[in-house]
């Protein structure tokens, strides 16, 4: 650790960050984007913006899981990718905590 530098990020997603605190109604997975008429529904989930299997059309606008128009399309993900890309990083951990779950990266699997 005396030759390494350690670099944290705590949370990606500031605007679900702030509705799960306000609303008391923990699971709100996606930014404050207007993608819908539906404000409650509105958003981009931030876990489907980045490149990584990214497919258009996947979800619609007001499904809990739109990944977007495109990938990096957040300022979140762009923010994420910008650090990413300006750093010569040898290794990178992501824990992600969503109810009693720790998932991994990546939450995908090919369709046959």
């Known amino acids: 650790v005396e030759n390494?530098?350690?670099?944290?990020?705590?949370?990606?997603?500031?605007?679900?960050?702030?509705?799960?605190?306000k609303s008391g109604r923990p699971?709100?997975?996606k930014n404050g984007r207007p993608t819908c008429a539906n404000k409650i529904n509105s958003?981009?989930?931030i876990n489907r913006n980045f490149a990584v299997a990214w497919k258009a059309g996947t979800f619609?606008?007001?499904d809990e899981e739109y990944?977007?128009?495109e990938p990096f399309s957040?300022?979140?993900t762009k923010?994420?990718?910008?650090?990413?890309?300006?750093n010569a990083f040898k290794a990178a951990?992501?824990?992600?905590?969503?109810?009693?779950?720790?998932?991994?990266?990546?939450?995908w699997a090919p369709t046959a």
């Open 67 to 69: 990944q977007g128009k």
């Open 4 to 21: 390494r530098e350690l670099w944290f990020v705590p949370f990606v997603n500031p605007d679900g960050y702030i509705a799960n605190q």
């Open 27 to 29: 699971g709100v997975r």
């Open 79 to 86: 923010a994420l990718k910008e650090l990413c890309d300006r």
């Open 60 to 62: 619609p606008a007001c």
């Open 43 to 45: 958003g981009v989930d």
């Open 93 to 107: 951990m992501n824990f992600h905590a969503f109810g009693s779950m720790l998932t991994h990266p990546y939450n």
């Open 74 to 76: 957040e300022p979140e």
